[in-house]
């Protein structure tokens, strides 16, 4: 213990002999990188959209804010729009891997936004008719999206595919895209894991024209 307090000793006394200008910088470096991992970690971060399959909801290059203190005393509900990391993605948890994503500086972790279609406990299947119009059937009961480009897919299941159907097991959920003939989604690479997400969407602030709230739908 006393090796341990000596070392602390010769830290401090290493540090108090900075240029006191030098120890201002430093000083307001690690407090905005804190701050930044409290706000990014505990309330809401920023996140842009790279590609078209959250379409009309979302189109390309949408700014949008991520809250992320809701995680902390519910889970995620069908309809909601939720940003995530793939099962595909590979999430180390070397020292600078999970700095970067804790701030956001040099993150090269990808993440996807889709919107939870279902939830555990859910009985989930699509099913396209003769006419190739798809429906998401809920607990044996279609499933109202007013959201979705259109209700003919391009894609229709195959077997390859998860389509149901199926009831989704506990800390499972079924995310998919709104434009659906243009997402590579649930239906390819299966259940999400709650411990993938990252926050839920909530608010469109850039293009101003598109500003707007996303509010739960009841269903």
Request: proline share 7%; charged share 25%; aromatic share 14%.
């Amino acid at each position: 213990m006393s090796d341990v307090k000596e070392l602390i000793n010769k830290i401090k006394e290493k540090y108090m002999s900075i240029d006191p200008t030098t120890r201002e910088i430093i000083e307001t470096v690690i407090f905005v990188i804190v701050m930044v991992i409290i706000i990014r970690f505990f309330v809401f971060e920023i996140r842009w959209i790279p590609s078209p399959s959250m379409n009309p909801t979302l189109i390309k290059h949408d700014r949008i804010v991520v809250e992320r203190f809701s995680r902390f005393y519910t889970t995620p509900k069908r309809g909601d729009i939720m940003v995530f990391y793939p099962p595909s993605e590979k999430l180390p948890n070397t020292p600078w891997r999970v700095f970067s994503r804790l701030t956001g500086f040099f993150c090269k972790d990808t993440a996807f936004i889709k919107r939870v279609i279902a939830i555990p406990g859910d009985k989930f299947e699509i099913k396209t008719d003769d006419a190739g119009k798809s429906t998401v059937l809920i607990n044996d009961e279609p499933l109202n999206e007013p959201y979705i480009v259109s209700e003919y897919y391009d894609k229709p299941c195959t077997e390859e595919m998860l389509c149901g159907p199926m009831v989704i097991p506990d800390g499972k959920y079924m995310m998919m895209g709104d434009n659906r003939g243009n997402s590579w989604d649930g239906r390819w690479w299966g259940l999400l894991s709650e411990d993938r997400f990252v926050g839920r969407a909530v608010f469109l602030f850039w293009p101003f024209t598109r500003m707007k709230v996303f509010k739960h739908l009841e269903y």
